[in-house]
């Protein structure tokens, strides 16, 4: 099985790798051969350059990697040997502009150790949200070229990357999330499916951004709530403010502290921590209530923008008063304006 990767529409200069598949072990693995197994892989990523995650469940494997297309295809020459598994199944190889696990060798989850809390014509809203059961087919199914025909379709037609992304990707991972909840599919589906909505989603184009906004040189620290596996949102931010012209940094912390010290270290602008898409971690307000406390406290002197998202703002279970936030997005479209506001607002009441 070869790997070759698919070509950007935009000049890769400067990108990197990604690809992703599934797989099925060919016998039950122990949490020590488990823990042995990515050891071993988390060395030899390290001496690559590559970062990753890897999903285990149910004697199935999910594993997304990024790094050098060269260094990626001599890991895959690997993988694709290793009797470990059979049944491989490649899911996407793309070139990306970023990475999605800049702080990870390689990410585990394995559900055995984890909770299970872990103008026109075109106005019509009707149209893009009618294709969401598709679209969950489609990611559940783990097609990678049936998801992005369908975007590819949608942009020909005429719709906006923004809506795109407010009236069919964030509605879908939502829809996921349902399924899940109802058992019609497992934490390994649900995961490789929000995984094909983030590829989605890199491949959505967006309005230029005016210049008079790009000028403006602001940066953000895009996060995942610490302990938070689902990152489509913070994805999706990525693009968003990259394409705006922000100075953006992603983090994917594991505790408090950690965001904590990143935070101080770079004293960004603004801070946007992401939960899920999919599921809604209203059970989680408190904790996530003293994260933003303890970011606060890390850069008392400096004025930060705290923004936060997933399914639980979208629904509006919950407000950014609720747990101490400047902002709640209800969707990631509209997000760099809105922040860009907050924080013109903040340095004219405290320059």
């Not at 992703?20 to 001496?47: C, F, I, P, V």
């Not at 199935?60 to 598994?85: M, Y």
């Not at 996921?176 to 989603?201: I, K, N, Y």
Request: glycine share 8%; hydrophobic share 40%; aromatic share 6%.
């Amino acid at each position: 099985m070869s790997l070759e990767f698919q070509a950007a529409e935009t000049d890769p200069t400067n990108w990197i790798g990604s690809l992703a598949y599934r797989s099925k072990a060919t016998a039950d693995l122990s949490a020590t051969e488990l823990q042995g197994l990515t050891s071993n892989a988390r060395l030899r990523n390290r001496k690559c350059g590559v970062t990753g995650m890897l999903i285990h469940q149910d004697g199935q494997f999910f594993q997304k990697l990024e790094g050098p297309p060269a260094s990626l295809k001599h890991i895959w020459a690997s993988i694709s040997q290793d009797p470990r598994h059979d049944d491989i199944e490649m899911l996407s190889e793309h070139i990306v502009p970023a990475r999605l696990f800049s702080d990870w060798d390689l990410l585990v989850y394995n559900s055995a150790n984890a909770s299970p809390a872990f103008g026109g014509e075109l106005a019509e809203n009707s149209g893009l949200f009618s294709k969401v059961p598709k679209l969950v087919d489609l990611a559940l199914g783990g097609d990678d070229i049936g998801t992005n025909t369908l975007i590819a379709s949608l942009a020909e037609k005429g719709w906006n990357g923004d809506a795109i992304l407010a009236q069919l990707i964030e509605p879908t991972a939502r829809a996921l999330g349902d399924a899940w909840l109802a058992d019609d599919c497992t934490e390994l589906d649900l995961t490789m499916g929000l995984s094909m909505l983030q590829l989605a989603g890199h491949a959505v184009r967006h309005r230029p951004t005016p210049e008079a906004i790009r000028e403006t040189k602001y940066s953000i620290l895009l996060a995942t709530a610490p302990g938070e596996p689902h990152m489509l949102g913070t994805s999706m931010l990525a693009d968003l403010f990259t394409d705006a012209g922000w100075h953006v940094d992603m983090a994917f912390p594991g505790s408090d502290e950690a965001l904590a010290n990143q935070l101080g270290a770079q004293q960004p602008d603004a801070l946007d921590i992401g939960m899920s898409e999919a599921l809604s971690r209203e059970h989680t307000l408190a904790t996530l209530r003293e994260t933003i406390q303890q970011s606060r406290e890390a850069s008392p002197d400096h004025l930060t923008v705290v923004s936060v998202g997933g399914r639980m703002f979208a629904e509006a279970a919950a407000t950014a008063a609720s747990v101490g936030a400047d902002h709640a997005r209800d969707s990631v479209v509209g997000t760099t304006v809105r922040i860009a506001e907050l924080i013109r607002q903040k340095r004219q009441i405290r320059p």
